[in-house]
């Protein structure tokens, strides 16, 4: 490729993908809740009153609006209930074992909740500007047809007054957890459907995750004062309840504490609250003050918390510098749920946990701050992109800061990459584009969403140098940050930052289950021929050592990438020679290099970054 050639297709490429670094005519919805909330904690049930700005900026007029009424799922018959009858490996959180040791037998927890132990959300009155709106519900939507249509660029109040009972400990949110938490509230009110240029998304609560607009909560707990909550956003009174001052005033009306939390540019708000709860915090260099709310149930489990949030305020400083600054005040690791789960400046997460465990799923709960809530990803259709790149995040951060590895010469993911292997020689690989409620198992959901994800970004450092994806990561916070991208948008910002085409491997890695596989099949001492054996092509690093101990770095392009990574900084390429070769075409199955020194051996990917499926056939000496 002349160098003409390369900058006319670099200029062209960083042009246009400048002009639609943000898609054209590009608006997104915005909401604004207030809601005042009166739990009764003795019958484990709720009453709720929200004031809602719903503003449309959309181009288009909306006769109907819809909200997720989540808590509904957790009844007898729900499709969340089906869903755990049928699939072949349910989540085992959510089964009962019924049967024998020699004929097992399932049977999903919400199928035997008695009308005191489901959950529900009832709607007592709503309004929109004040008139009266007709409503339905149908499972776990609420659909809401206003006296006349939300018009193009008008914001309107919705008001709601809506009963709850909060379901037995199943899945996320629930009361009673497995350890003796209270109230794990997260899905815990009404909130309002996304609407896109894509449309309105209604998903069933079936197992999932979500997506919804970004806005501004305002929310006032008033809940029996032993108790001790912690929740998404900002506590406006810690003076005025338990746990946050040690010399606080508690003050009770009617008997309850109230606890009021404002956070700004969220998409979902949790809370969760025990009288067990203790809470304490520290701030990270970058200002973000770090709460953790957990139960000390011994020393083990208060040492373990300790180091955890000192740990999770360097996590807050080590994503800043290369996924973009963490933008709100606060973050709070609340002991609750099933496992752990991100929600708004927050997260549930189990607190039982050894200290690895326990660092290793607020690290993943604290990366979802970027994908998913700084940028609003639609996990119910690219959950890879959200789990995938949280993965990715993860594995990094908690290989520097827990494992304190220092510099990262080879795959930092080596484990998704394994994992994602042995999803792809099972017989059960989906295509990862499926929508995640759909999936025949959740093993292939699993893997597909975290492994597989994490293993598409870490390949597209392969692709386009590990120094362009870096890159990549801060400038598309830039860009997208407080908004909803797609996969797309990601990948025309890696091409802008790149000058390669990313078409090619974001189609069939994402939309197929095809594999890669290459191999070195023939080596002499002055000659080597590759085979691309499988059904996706892939530029290629082959590392030559020579026989007076010489290495060189064969870089081979593809010729569907319209250009080329430059040479990284890897330790194990340090002195060796950089060579970019003809590109290669995937319509050629071989590729043949001749040398003008004599080869001792050739090893494809030293790095391990290639998904390679079989990498027994990466490396080849010559024969003596």
Not at 197 to 223: K, Q, S
Not at 482 to 503: M, Q, W, Y
Not at 575 to 598: A, E, G, Q, R, S
Request: aromatic share 14%; proline share 4%; charged share 25%.
């Amino acid at each position: 490729m002349t160098n003409m050639r390369k900058l006319l297709i670099l200029c062209l490429l960083t042009a246009g993908n400048f002009l639609f670094a943000q898609r054209a005519g590009y608006w997104q919805q915005t909401v604004d809740y207030k809601m005042d909330i009166n739990v009764d904690d003795n019958n484990y049930r709720y009453d709720g009153k929200m004031s809602l700005a719903y503003s449309n900026n959309s181009n288009q007029n909306l006769s109907k609006v819809y909200f997720h009424l989540y808590f509904n799922a957790f009844q007898p018959g729900s499709m969340m209930d089906y869903r755990l009858s049928n699939i072949t490996d349910p989540d085992r959180r959510m089964i009962k074992n019924i049967g024998t040791s020699d004929k097992p037998k399932t049977q999903s927890k919400i199928a035997t909740l008695t009308p005191d132990q489901i959950g529900y959300q009832n709607i007592q009155n709503l309004t929109v500007n004040g008139v009266a709106a007709n409503f339905t519900i149908d499972g776990t939507i609420l659909e809401v047809t206003p006296s006349k249509p939300i018009l193009a660029g008008e914001t309107v109040t919705f008001n709601m007054e809506w009963d709850a009972q909060v379901p037995e400990q199943i899945r996320r949110s629930g009361r009673n957890s497995a350890e003796n938490v209270a109230l794990s509230m997260a899905q815990w009110y009404p909130k309002m459907a996304h609407f896109d240029e894509f449309g309105w998304h209604l998903d069933e609560y079936v197992a999932r995750e979500f997506v919804a607009p970004f806005g501004n909560f305002d929310v006032t707990i008033h809940i029996n004062p032993t108790y001790v909550i912690g929740a998404s956003g900002k506590l406006q009174n810690p003076n005025e309840v338990k746990g946050y001052q040690n010399n606080a005033t508690i003050k009770s009306k009617n008997g309850k504490a109230s606890w009021n939390f404002k956070a700004e540019n969220i998409h979902d708000f949790a809370w969760a609250a025990d009288p067990k709860l203790v809470i304490d915090s520290a701030k990270s260099n970058g200002g973000v003050t770090v709460y953790t709310a957990y139960i000390p149930t011994n020393n083990e489990v208060k040492e373990n918390w300790n180091i955890a949030l000192k740990l999770a305020t360097e996590f807050f400083d080590f994503c800043e510098a290369r996924y973009g600054a963490y933008p709100w005040p606060t973050y709070s690791i609340v002991q609750g749920g099933d496992g752990g789960m991100e929600y708004g400046t927050a997260t549930l997460v189990t607190g039982g946990r050894n200290i690895k465990s326990l660092v290793d799923v607020i690290f993943h709960e604290a990366a979802h701050s970027w994908y998913q809530h700084l940028f609003g990803i639609n996990e119910t259709v690219d959950e890879w992109f959200d789990e995938g790149f949280t993965s990715y995040i993860q594995d990094i951060a908690f290989q520097h800061l827990f494992e304190r590895k220092g510099s990262l010469d080879t795959n930092p993911v080596i484990n998704a990459y394994r994992a994602y292997y042995k999803l792809a020689l099972s017989g059960k690989e989906e295509p990862m584009s499926l929508l995640a409620d759909y999936y025949k198992t959740n093993y292939a959901y699993s893997n597909q969403a975290y492994n597989k994800g994490a293993v598409m970004a870490e390949q597209l450092g392969y692709i386009i140098g590990k120094e362009n994806l870096d890159k990549t990561f801060l400038k598309f916070y830039e860009i997208w940050k407080f908004k909803h991208p797609t996969p797309n948008d990601f990948k025309r910002v890696a091409e802008d930052i790149s000058g390669i085409n990313l078409k090619w491997y974001f189609n069939l890695f994402i939309n197929t289950t095809r594999t890669i596989d290459y191999s070195i099949n023939k080596i002499t001492d002055r000659e080597i021929e590759i085979e691309n054996k499988s059904d996706i092509a892939m530029p290629i690093d082959l590392l030559v050592e020579y026989q007076d101990g010489s290495k060189e770095l064969f870089y081979i392009p593809l010729r569907e990438m319209r250009g080329e990574k430059q040479k990284e900084t890897y330790a194990l390429y340090n002195d060796v020679k950089w060579t970019v070769l003809t590109d290669w075409f995937w319509t050629k199955p071989t590729y043949t290099i001749h040398l003008n020194k004599k080869v001792k051996k050739a090893e494809i990917d030293p790095t391990k970054r290639l998904a390679d499926i079989d990498h027994t056939n990466n490396i080849k000496e010559v024969s003596k």
